[in-house]
């Protein structure tokens, strides 16, 4: 499903936070938001999930405008990981996964077997198969991370939006979970600090105080000015002799 933004604008009590986002990404995509501290990747990301109204612009699923739709309708289609999502009820690991079902339970379409299945798929996804029993408090930042992408996978979306999805995971749970989402056939957008790893994504596109700045292939996207500009860094860029690819590597530039 292709997910397009146009001309979004967005403030709180006056102050613009999104400045005319216009964007498209093609199904099947990776694309990855970047930006510095602030610059408004999560704003977009709400937005983009239906969560926020923008007070200008729309926000398309392939053709179909989101402020058409109710919020099940959108929940069908667009799964959304935020950075802090919290419970202070007492819940299981597999009923926080469980829960990715319920906009496609109704009377008539009662829990089945099925969602069972879809459930179990998606905490052996994230390597949380073993904790399904465990109550959500106990778990640790990482785990709870493991857990709210759980919870989207079972949502089976046709787009799936994650702002920071690795920050709290170790390595190896970060290049898993990164490896994951870039092989879903699916729409993914992504928000991420670590360069190096945005430059897997097919796409980028660069936040700036509100403003999307550059959007592109990775590499064209970048590159040392635009690290220089927008990150206020120096960068260096190496390339591994083992596979050939680009690495960054950073310098303060104060
Ligand atoms: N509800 C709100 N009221 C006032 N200001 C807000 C609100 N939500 C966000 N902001 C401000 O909007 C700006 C963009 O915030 P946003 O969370 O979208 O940035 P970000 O790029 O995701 O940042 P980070 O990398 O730190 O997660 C920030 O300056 C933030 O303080």
């Given at each position: 499903m292709r997910l397009s933004a146009e001309g979004l604008t967005w403030a709180v009590h006056g102050t613009?936070?999104?400045?005319d986002v216009n964007l498209t990404i093609e199904p099947g995509q990776t694309f990855g938001l970047v930006g510095p501290n602030g610059s408004g990747k999560t704003s977009l990301l709400r937005l983009l999930a239906g969560l926020n109204k923008p007070k200008a612009g729309r926000v398309l699923m392939d053709s179909q405008p989101?402020?058409?739709?109710?919020q099940r309708a959108i929940a069908q289609s667009i799964a959304l990981v935020e950075q802090q999502a919290d419970t202070t009820?007492?819940?299981t690991v597999g009923q926080v996964v469980s829960l990715g079902r319920t906009p496609f339970l109704t009377a008539l379409r009662p829990w089945s077997s099925n969602d069972d299945a879809i459930v179990a798929k998606a905490l052996f996804d994230v390597d949380m198969a073993h904790m399904?029993?465990?109550?959500?408090?106990?778990?640790s930042g990482g785990e709870r991370q493991r857990v709210h992408i759980a919870r989207a996978l079972a949502q089976q979306p046709k787009i799936l939006l994650l702002d920071?999805?690795?920050?709290?995971?170790d390595i190896r749970h970060q290049l898993s979970i990164l490896e994951l989402v870039r092989q879903l056939p699916i729409t993914v957008i992504i928000s991420l600090h670590d360069l190096n790893q945005a430059m897997e994504c097919d796409r980028i596109g660069v936040m700036d105080r509100g403003r999307l700045i550059d959007s592109g292939h990775p590499e064209d996207v970048l590159t040392a000015s635009r690290l220089q500009q927008t990150f206020g860094v120096y960068t260096h860029v190496i390339d591994?002799?083992?596979?050939?690819k680009q690495v960054m590597r950073f310098r303060s530039a104060v």
């Open positions: 613009p936070l999104l400045v989101l402020h058409t739709l109710k009820d007492r819940i399904a029993d465990r109550l959500w408090h106990t778990l920071e999805p690795t920050n709290h995971l591994d002799p083992v596979d050939g």
